[in-house]
C-alpha cells in the first residue's frame, strides 16, 4: 500500500465549562465533545523523494510547518528514521478557525495514516502521546465519538455517543479568536448557575433520551463571545425558535449548531434552506446539516 485515503471529522462541544485558571496561562476546562460526519479529505502518498509535500483547495491556509499535518507527518516520520518521502493533500471543508477542531482532526488522520501505510503497529494510546505534544484536542480526534475531555482538554475517558439525531451548523461571517474570547473570560464574575451541569449530562448520556441530553448543554464560553458579536445569539434564537432540542456555540466558536430529532431530518433541511437564502443569510458565511458520528 503506498497511499492511503482518510476522513478528519470535525467535533462540537455538548457541554463546555471552565474551571480555571492554570499559573502557566492555560484554562482548566471539563467538556464533552462529540464527532459529526461533516469531515475534511485527507490523502497521504508515499514518495520516492525524501521530504514532506503538501496540497491544499484552500489557498489561506500554510501548507508548510505551520499546518498541523505537516507537523504531525514530521514528528512521527523523524521519531521511526523514515527515509522516504511523503505527500499530504487536504480537502477542507471544516470551517478555520471555528470551533470545530478542523486542524486537529487533519493531525489526527496523519498520525493514523503514517501508522498505517509504514506498518508502525502503533495503538490508538500511544499515538495519543505522541499526539498531545502538538496539541490538546488531537487526542479526543484520535479516537471520535463522544469523551469526556478534562485538564486542558488532553485527558479524555469515554462516553456513550448521541442518540440518532440532525446536527445543523453554521458558520457566521465573522471570525472569532479563541485568545480574545479567554482574555475577556472572567471567572469570578461567573455564578454558579451559569456553569453548564457537566455530570448531569454525562449521567444523561449513559440512559437518557435525545431531549434529556440536550437540556443539559451549555458553553460557558458563549457569554464572552455573544457580548462581543450578539449575531452568535440571534443564530441561536434562530434554530430554538425553529425547533432545535439545543443549540450552542461550539468551542470557542463561531460556529453555531442546533440538535434535532432524527425524524426531523426533512424539516432540517428546510431550515438550512431558509438560513442560506432568508433573513439571516448576510449573518452565514457557510451552514451544513449533518448528524453525530462515531
Ligand atoms: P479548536 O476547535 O481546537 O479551537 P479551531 O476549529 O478553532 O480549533 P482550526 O480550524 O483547527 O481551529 O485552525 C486554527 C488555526 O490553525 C488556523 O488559524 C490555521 O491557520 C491553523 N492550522 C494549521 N493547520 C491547520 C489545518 N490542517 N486545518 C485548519 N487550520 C490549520
Redesign the pocket.
Known amino acids: 500500500m503506498d497511499e492511503i485515503e482518510l476522513r478528519a471529522h470535525?467535533?462540537i462541544n455538548l457541554s463546555l465549562d471552565v474551571l480555571g485558571r492554570r499559573n502557566d496561562g492555560y484554562h482548566e476546562v471539563k467538556m464533552i465533545m462529540h464527532t459529526v460526519a461533516l469531515h475534511?479529505g485527507i490523502f497521504i502518498k508515499k514518495e520516492r523523494e525524501r521530504g514532506i509535500r503538501m496540497e491544499?483547495n484552500l489557498p489561506?491556509?500554510?501548507t508548510n510547518e505551520?499546518?498541523?499535518?505537516v507537523r504531525a507527518a514530521k514528528a512521527i516520520m523523524d521519531e521511526f528514521s523514515i527515509e522516504e518521502g511523503l505527500s499530504l493533500r487536504?480537502m477542507?471543508r471544516?470551517?478555520?478557525?471555528?470551533?470545530?477542531?478542523?486542524?486537529?482532526?487533519?493531525?489526527a488522520a496523519v498520525f493514523h495514516g503514517i501508522n498505517q501505510l509504514f506498518h508502525l503497529n502503533l495503538s490508538t494510546e500511544e499515538l495519543e502521546k505522541r499526539a498531545v505534544k502538538l496539541?490538546a484536542?488531537i487526542p479526543f480526534c484520535l479516537h471520535k465519538g463522544c469523551s469526556l475531555s478534562e485538564g486542558i482538554g488532553e485527558k479524555l475517558c469515554k462516553l456513550p455517543t448521541l442518540p440518532p439525531c440532525t446536527i445543523l451548523l453554521v458558520k457566521p461571517a465573522f471570525s472569532l479568536s479563541?485568545k480574545l474570547i479567554y482574555e475577556n473570560l472572567h471567572l469570578k464574575n461567573i455564578t454558579d448557575a451559569e456553569h453548564p451541569d457537566v455530570d448531569r449530562m454525562i449521567k444523561e448520556l449513559e440512559s437518557g433520551s435525545l431531549e434529556d441530553i440536550c437540556a443539559l448543554g451549555g458553553n460557558l464560553l458563549e457569554k464572552v463571545s455573544i457580548s462581543l458579536r450578539p449575531e452568535i445569539q440571534v443564530l441561536k434564537d434562530f434554530f430554538i425558535k425553529e425547533g432545535a432540542l439545543l443549540s450552542l456555540m461550539?468551542?470557542?466558536g463561531p460556529?453555531v449548531f442546533g440538535i434535532f430529532p432524527e425524524k426531523e431530518k426533512e424539516k432540517a433541511k428546510m431550515i438550512l434552506q431558509s438560513l442560506r437564502s432568508g433573513e439571516h443569510k448576510d449573518l452565514i458565511e457557510n451552514a451544513w446539516i449533518t448528524e453525530a458520528y462515531a
Open positions: 470535525g467535533k475534511d491544499c489561506s491556509l500554510p505551520e499546518n498541523l499535518m487536504l477542507k471544516l470551517p478555520v478557525a471555528a470551533g470545530m477542531a478542523g486542524g486537529s482532526a487533519d493531525a496539541g484536542d479563541t461550539s468551542g470557542s460556529t
